[in-house]
């Protein structure tokens, strides 16, 4: 019997917490390691506890509140619940983890979870679109498993996902508990940490009764494209929170997947979760998903070549107003690319068009390594390679060495090639922050055009600097033409006309999410 008001007859509650959360892409010639969670976040224990108190800082020069610290606020307003810190782990999006990487997570993890005595719940903060080498299934499906099996068949599992995560049997079926952020890009963690951590308490409580429906949808659309408070997202972001509004219905979740995996069963999905009323669930996770299925036609925004962005931002009048902003659509370091693509600054080396300075982030280790030693002011020849592995092309360069200094992103050297400032990095750079072109003596400001390696977040600290953002494509591990090209086993939107989702649901979900 469940105790109403406490739980565990009569006792407080007692809820274990923790995360592994990477977004792997496969196009990328890196590997994801230990040290890359290491070196970003990894906490255990105490630690863990004290990063995600109010006044803690949880995710390091990233976001000071999120999942776990929303689940602890969501204990701490409920009272009469002890939470049990677990270990987090978390690293920026790049290749697929190592098997001996992922081991190491998993026995962390297990570890805690098996010495944390009993417990009433567990919540884990997944993304669910990683990837492990040679594993033959989603990860998030071993970690669920794994975590069940460490913790016997007591306690209940609440999850989050981001919305890019690939919904698969293995993610969905263990879960008493599943919600996704609402927010892409993503600022709403601690929010959904927080709904997380209401829901299972409230279940385990026995104040609710969840019961899930899900949908998936044969569509993997391009990044960039679904910004939830831009059209055609918007609307469908509105739907979810109508359906919520209803108090039979307990969370409402859309998931449009991170694209660039090589997950076979890839494709968009939705999610219901209602108190006790089944019936309700599948009625409204085919709503829902006739929602997502109608935005399928979305255009993307016009994509410039190279030579056309640099021509644009020659003639732009934008220009007088602040550097004008490149997204490299095709090296997007946030969604897991390794930021070593030459084309642009091989572009901007050949002709820079007269511009006084356009600043470019390349990620090349060899290049670092070359000319960190060289005299600052002195003239070097050398060639850029940008990511070993990564088949972007030789540019041979001769500049002046400018600046040095050590990053986020290590050890990084500016060389001046005419109006080129081209800043090589030794891990993949992601600068959305001004800040980084200051580490190397450059302002922002005075920059004609600025290459950036995500898709937006950048812009929440260039909103008073620059005002003309150019999607520009060359190739890379973030190219739309590989999403689309690449086989995934069923007709695929947009590769193919499909007229419903119906028929691939059942097959897309029998599949387990393997990559
Ligand atoms: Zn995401």
């Not at 709904?195 to 009764?209: F, M, S």
């Amino acid at each position: 019997m469940l105790n109403v008001d406490l739980g565990r007859g009569g006792r407080p509650l007692r809820i274990a917490y923790g995360r592994i959360f990477h977004e792997a892409n496969a196009y990328s010639p890196l590997r994801t390691e230990q040290q890359d969670f290491e070196r970003l976040h990894h906490l255990e224990g105490a630690a863990l506890a004290e990063a995600t108190e109010l006044r803690g800082v949880e995710l390091k020069s990233f976001m000071p509140h999120a999942e776990l610290t929303g689940f602890r606020q969501a204990a701490r307003l409920a009272g009469g619940v002890e939470t049990v810190p677990l270990s987090s782990s978390f690293a920026v999006p790049s290749g697929p983890l190592t098997a001996e990487c992922f081991a190491w997570l998993l026995d962390t993890l297990c570890d805690k979870v098996r010495a944390a005595g009993a417990l009433d719940g567990i919540y884990l903060a997944l993304h669910g679109s990683m990837q492990v080498e040679g594993l033959g299934e989603a990860p998030e499906a071993v970690i669920l498993r794994r975590v069940r099996e460490a913790a016997g068949p007591g306690p209940k599992l609440a999850v989050s996902y981001d919305l890019h995560a690939n919904l698969s049997a293995g993610l969905v079926e263990p879960c008493e508990v599943l919600i996704a952020y609402r927010s892409n890009p993503h600022w709403d963690l601690a929010p959904t940490g927080f709904r997380a951590g209401n829901r299972l308490i409230r279940a385990l409580r026995g104040k609710c009764r969840p019961v899930h429906a899900w949908r998936k949808l044969p569509m993997v659309l391009g990044g960039g494209i679904t910004i939830d408070f831009l059209a055609p997202m918007r609307g469908v972001f509105r739907y979810l929170k109508r359906l919520e509004r209803d108090p039979r219905v307990l969370s409402t979740s859309l998931f449009m997947v991170h694209p660039y995996t090589s997950a076979e069963a890839l494709g968009w999905a939705v999610h219901v979760c209602t108190d006790g009323d089944a019936a309700l669930a599948e009625e409204l996770a085919d709503a829902l998903a006739d929602r997502a299925w109608a935005e399928r036609h979305v255009t993307p925004p016009p994509m410039r070549r190279v030579d056309e962005a640099l021509d644009e931002v020659k003639a732009s009048p934008w220009r007088r107003l602040g550097p004008i902003t490149l997204v490299d659509v095709d090296d997007i370091v946030g969604a897991g690319a390794p930021g070593g693509n030459t084309r642009i600054a091989a572009a901007l080396a050949a002709d820079d068009r007269g511009l006084r300075a356009a600043y470019v982030p390349v990620h090349d280790p060899a290049l670092v390594a070359a000319l960190w030693d060289a005299p600052l002011g002195s003239r070097r020849a050398c060639t850029l390679r940008g990511t070993p592995g990564y088949d972007a092309p030789e540019v041979a360069l001769e500049g002046t060495v400018a600046a040095r200094a050590t990053t986020d992103f290590g050890r990084g050297v500016r060389l001046d090639v005419g109006g080129l400032c081209l800043v090589a990095t030794e891990r993949p750079p992601l600068p959305i922050h001004p800040s980084f072109w200051t580490s190397f003596g450059l302002a922002a400001r005075d920059a004609d055009l600025i290459v950036q390696k995500n898709f937006f977040h950048y812009r929440m600290f260039y909103a008073t600097t620059s005002f003309r953002h150019l999607p520009v494509v060359s190739d890379g591990a973030t190219s739309l033409e590989r999403v689309r090209t690449r086989s995934y086993g069923l007709p695929m939107h947009p590769a193919t006309e499909l007229a419903d989702w119906r028929p691939s649901d059942p097959l897309l979900r029998r599949a387990r999410g393997t990559t």
